[in-house]
């Protein structure tokens, strides 16, 4: 991995000088001329949604499922990868642009408020809701203000498979404040973005990274990440964030101490991100944020 580049000084173009590639899956917009460079890294195509442009490089062992939620009107939801094994999800990742990120319906409320998966067989997920009485929050990772389009997609990110165990500090604090940046991001800035790509999670791959099981064998992340890639008609640009999952109310902290280009959250997760961009445009993106470009300073 190349070093971190966190620029925050000023920045003449308010996205990341790489050109677009063309035909992606998402149909996000205007393009430039498509790169040239193969795509090393990219996912099998054994599926269509392994070539979107928010989808991470998956696993790719039978211990684990890649779970696409969609519905009739706005197409993909969100994807989830489920460890069978661990009955814990490595990420989820989705979209925001102009098409899902309509209010149509309010917050689901319902019996049961946080479905199982219907996609998950039994073998591999909890037969009780792990979360109850664990002192730990459904911490939604595709959140449910992201869909508010039609009441199916909003039931679906209350699914178990779209949860991670977070601390309500936490939860309620500065994850809740990491949400709204990207919300509000879009929202913001939703005449000159056509797409947000975004994959999230916490960590359960590696042990030192593990804060704890709980009882029920729930796997509560020491860290939680988000991965942040926009586009426009004039290239991409990529940032992270990278959070210590603690019980404390950190919500009045500055984003930028928790930010990291892709290149570092690559390293610190060992998840490859954005895999489906081409070589030279994964490269020159994920290498450097530009702090200014995403309004954190």
């Known amino acids: 991995m190349r070093p971190v580049h966190i620029l925050i000084g000023f920045v003449i173009c308010a996205m990341a000088l790489c050109s677009c590639s063309g035909g992606d899956d998402n149909g996000g917009g205007s393009s430039e001329k498509p790169s ?21 490089r998956i696993k790719g062992t039978d211990d684990n499922l890649v779970l696409v939620h969609s519905t009739s009107e ?8 489920w460890d069978c094994i661990k009955k814990s999800q490595r990420w989820t990742c989705y979209t925001i642009d102009g098409a899902n990120y309509v209010k149509n319906v309010s917050r689901y409320y319902g019996d049961p408020q946080y479905p199982f ?8 997920c909890f037969k009780d809701d792990p979360y ?19 009441r199916e997609a909003n039931i679906q990110t209350f699914y ?9 500090k936490f ?7 990491m949400e709204n940046f990207v919300s509000n991001y879009f929202k913001n800035n939703r005449k000159t973005i056509d797409t947000l790509y975004v994959c999230k999670g916490g960590t359960i791959d590696n042990p030192d ?8 064998g729930l796997i509560v992340p020491k860290y939680f990440f988000m991965a942040i890639l926009a586009k426009n008609s004039q290239g991409y640009k990529a940032m992270g964030f990278w959070v210590e999952h603690i019980n404390e109310d950190r919500s009045s902290d500055s984003l930028t101490q928790y930010v990291v280009s892709i290149d570092e959250l690559e390293r610190l997760t060992g998840i490859d991100f954005f895999c489906n961009l081409p070589d030279d445009i994964e490269e020159s993106t994920e290498r450097m944020v530009f702090l200014n470009s995403w309004g954190l300073r």
């Open 36 to 56: 040239k460079t193969k795509n090393a890294n990219a996912n099998p195509t054994t599926r269509k949604e392994y070539a979107r442009l928010e989808m991470p």
């Open 171 to 177: 939860n309620a604090g500065l994850w809740l404040q």
């Open 209 to 216: 990274q593990i804060l704890l099981k709980t009882t029920k």
């Open 117 to 124: 998966d219907p996609d998950i067989p039994s073998s591999a």
């Open 132 to 150: 109850w009485n664990s002192g730990y929050d459904h911490g939604h990772i595709c959140p449910s203000y992201d869909r508010l389009n039609s």
């Open 160 to 168: 178990l498979s779209n949860m991670q165990p977070q601390r309500n």
């Open 74 to 81: 706005y197409g993909v939801n969100f994807i989830v990868e």
